[in-house]
């Protein structure tokens, strides 16, 4: 158990419909990654959260948004969901802020757009 | 470009095997992070070990090890005497300082433990 804690578990929407993932980062954890991973691949990152500032974002579109929160717990919103977002949604975090820092993960959420 | 492989898509052994899983990656920085994790059927990806690019020492924990060669760009893994518990999909991922450190992954080895 890593302390990383991801809500909610599963998850079913339909096209253009917008989604909201919840994350609660390890104790002492200050910032939070999302990824992406599509089923049978790796994970793709999504963006980077280190108090409460966007520090760090991969190969995904505007619609693709996040928050970090003073206690350091993050969301990640998609809008206008498509087909192709159905994946797993997973968070990790790190301490103490430095990008090179391992990261833990959380059970993530299963995202199936219909 | 930085990139991870990870050749073996998917490998079946029977228990009490020994077996080897292998990454190669591609880096022109020379501080980078390379990575090991392991994805069990419930999703959860759970960290097994982190080397940096100056540290070449080959490390063992308990029926695991692993072998850093800068040479041959490979981080690979082995477990000795396996067992069904093992059964998962295993990660390499590298981070490196040009690129912030986000986490480059490889596609993954599948990795089946028959009893």
């Known amino acids: 158990e890593t302390g990383v804690t991801q809500s909610p578990t599963h998850l079913i929407k339909t096209r253009g419909q917008q989604v909201t993932l919840r994350c609660s980062s390890q104790?002492?954890?200050?910032?939070v990654s999302w990824y992406q991973q599509a089923l049978g691949q790796g994970p793709q990152f999504i963006f980077q959260y280190y108090r409460e500032e966007e520090n760090g974002r991969g190969n995904f579109p505007p619609r693709f948004s996040g928050l970090q929160f003073p206690n350091y717990s993050s969301e990640l919103n998609v809008n206008a969901l498509e087909l192709d977002d159905s994946a797993l949604y997973l968070c990790?975090?790190?301490?103490?802020?430095?990008?090179?820092?391992?990261?833990?993960f959380g059970p993530g959420t299963r995202l199936l757009v219909l | 470009a930085q990139k991870v492989t990870q050749a073996q898509t998917e490998i079946s052994v029977v228990e009490k095997e020994d077996v080897t899983l292998d990454c190669v990656y591609e880096t022109r920085d020379t501080t980078y992070y390379l990575f090991w994790y392991k994805q069990p059927p419930s999703g959860e990806l759970v960290f097994l070990i982190r080397?940096?690019?100056?540290d070449e020492q080959n490390e063992i924990s308990g029926r695991y090890s692993w072998n850093f060669q800068k040479s041959t760009s490979s981080f690979n893994f082995t477990i000795t005497a396996s067992q069904v518990v093992d059964s998962a999909v295993y990660f390499c991922a590298l981070s490196e300082a040009r690129s912030n450190y986000q986490l480059i992954w490889g596609a993954g080895t599948k990795l089946i433990i028959k009893p």
């Open positions: 990790a975090s790190s301490y103490p802020g430095l990008a090179k820092e391992t990261q833990y």
């Open positions: 104790s002492g954890h200050n910032t």
């Open positions: 080397r940096n690019s100056f």
